[in-house]
């Protein structure tokens, strides 16, 4: 889409199928990296500290300029930039498709599954799926530029949540009251009562500020951290993470399509105004768990408005500024509308591309045949099986098997998305030098690195910069530039 | 490089999105699976096959 680079980060969470207190999902994520970068040489691992929590040797870049890493214990995939959904939606599927074969591969299959969802329904922990768009360093990134944007976002849950059995309650939740930072049990706020049958995202009951810079125990509708991995002069990149990991290709697209739009209506400063949401944080809780679907908020102006409203007034100004801008636009336009049309009427009418409205329809099914109520605990077994990523698995996959689920890339594009980047953003140019490493031979592992190694590492590689040892540094500030005949003289010289 | 004006910047979509139907027109489009449809009874049977006590073992830790 004009004007966007578009990236995704999983965190994907391990269902360990025997009781083995040996086998931690944590304990299985380092065998599965391990196969990955050891194995079947994927990708290469850092050599150097990217951080505190991140030693060598704890992740790397891929040769599709992807990442996977473990973050707090958890097997974590970064796609590559991309330039357009298609590639977004591709490269997301890419990193689900490489942790599968990865587990098949290394003999796994039979003690663990893949689950791409946000939530432990027991011990109430959550881990993101966390959305990235490049926009203009002149982007209003101020309380009152970021007002739209919070009211879409809040609403947005409508088509792009994933649903869950039940409510969350965590405990570890901080909140910002006026300038003081307090644990939220202290205040007596919350989500709703532990009895709640379904509600339509996994992430709502977690989001507890409107804006904060945090990314854990104080998760915002915007994270206000100031990292553009990019020309810091040039561009800025919102950083999201108050969204479901999406099963449906249709979801993940319609969900980065809508967001992207709507962060440009906001740079051209024709996002409708006066719909700020009163207190947005409840409303979020309060729209992902109204039972009855009406999905009512109430607006600072006084006004009580549903979410499908709100987001038809995005939709109108969208299309009256965009329609025509090119394909990727007007296919986001089109299924803006199907989506807020349908669901107006009957949420069976979404099944197959909204994946709460999936997930529902599959739990009713299954509640109506076995005379089950919304308490019995298989439902929640049930719902992890939804994200299961095993195709003979997966309840997803068993709607796409029986052709209810529109496909938006081919099986192809996802096997050529695992090994190559997207060709017209600066991914193409990491995904050279990534190759580049690998032809050169397995490179030193970081644990058994030699000392001037682990000081003086034979390459270091980060989103917007990497360095091979002797030359000089070669910056990529431009995520839009491929750099790609610029790095393979630059390697040539190596 | 100035924001909006590169043409690297305006170049179109790689592989546009497919002429998806709409799903709301009858006829076309994916249909919601009808009650009592073998494709029905298959997605339950692979439900069956669920250990109802998987949830309970998942245990994953907080991330971010």
């Known amino acids: 889409m004009l004007n966007r680079i578009f990236g995704l980060e999983t965190e994907y969470g391990l269902l360990v199928h025997q009781d083995r207190p040996d086998h931690s999902p944590t304990w299985f994520a380092h065998k599965i990296r391990d196969h990955l970068f050891q194995v079947r040489r994927r990708g290469v691992l850092d050599l150097h500290h990217r951080g505190h929590d991140e030693p060598p040797g704890n992740g790397g870049f891929l040769t599709n300029a992807g990442r996977i890493y473990l973050d707090m214990g958890h097997l974590e995939y970064a796609s590559p930039e991309c330039h357009s959904l298609t590639d977004a939606v591709a490269t997301d599927r890419a990193g689900d498709a490489i942790l599968q074969q990865a587990i098949e591969e290394a003999g796994l299959a039979d003690h663990v599954s893949l689950i791409k969802n946000n939530v432990d329904h027991e011990t109430d922990a959550t881990f993101g799926s966390h959305e990235n768009y490049l926009v203009s360093r002149r982007f209003p990134f101020t309380r009152r530029g970021l007002g739209p944007l919070v009211t879409f976002l809040v609403t947005r849950q409508i088509f792009t949540g994933s649903g869950r059995v039940g409510a969350a309650r965590p405990q570890d939740a901080w909140i910002q009251m006026d300038r003081l930072i307090v644990p939220r049990a202290a205040t007596g706020q919350g989500p709703g009562g532990p009895h709640l049958p379904f509600q339509i995202s996994q992430r709502a009951d977690h989001i507890v500020n409107d804006f904060f810079e945090w990314v854990q125990q104080n998760r915002a509708i915007v994270n206000t951290r100031d990292e553009p991995l990019a020309d810091p002069n040039q561009y800025r990149r919102i950083h999201l993470l108050l969204g479901d990991s999406n099963m449906a290709e249709y979801a993940t697209a319609l969900k980065l399509g809508t967001t992207g739009l709507v962060l440009q209506l906001i740079e051209d400063g024709t996002a409708p105004r006066d719909l700020d949401i009163v207190e947005p944080v409840e409303a979020l809780q309060d729209i992902s768990q109204d039972q009855d679907r009406r999905w009512l908020v109430q607006l600072h102006s006084g006004k009580t408005i549903s979410a499908i409203d709100i987001q038809e007034q995005f939709l109108e100004a969208a299309e009256r500024r965009y329609r025509g801008q090119d394909e990727e636009t007007d296919w986001v336009l089109q299924q803006w509308r199907s989506v807020l049309q349908d669901l107006r009427g009957d949420y069976e009418r979404l099944v197959g591309r909204v994946d709460w409205a999936s997930k529902l329809w599959l739990l009713e099914s299954f509640r109506e045949a076995e005379k089950l109520d919304w308490s019995d605990p298989m439902l929640k077994s049930l719902d992890l099986e939804y994200h299961n990523l095993h195709p003979g698995k997966g309840l997803y996959y068993g709607l796409m098997e029986e052709g209810r689920v529109p496909r938006l890339i081919t099986d192809k594009a996802i096997a050529l998305a695992t090994e190559h980047p997207p060709r017209n953003t600066r991914a193409f140019g990491r995904g050279e030098l990534v190759r580049h490493l690998l032809a050169c031979g397995s490179p030193p592992e970081a644990e058994h690195s030699k000392p001037d190694e682990r000081y003086f590492p034979s390459y270091v590689i980060n989103w917007s910069i990497f360095q091979l040892r002797g030359q000089a540094p070669f910056p990529m500030p431009d995520p839009f530039r491929t750099y790609v005949q610029e790095v393979r003289d630059h390697l040539s010289l190596a | ?64």
Do not use: C, F, H, W
């Open chain 2, 1 to 64: 490089m100035i924001y909006r004006t590169s043409p690297e910047r305006r170049e179109g979509p790689v592989n546009p999105m497919p002429k998806s139907p709409s799903p709301s027109e009858e006829g076309s489009g994916p249909r919601r699976p009808e009650p009592g449809s073998p494709e029905k009874d298959s997605l339950l049977k692979r439900m069956r096959k669920v250990d109802p006590k998987q949830a309970e073992r998942y245990r994953q830790r907080t991330g971010e």
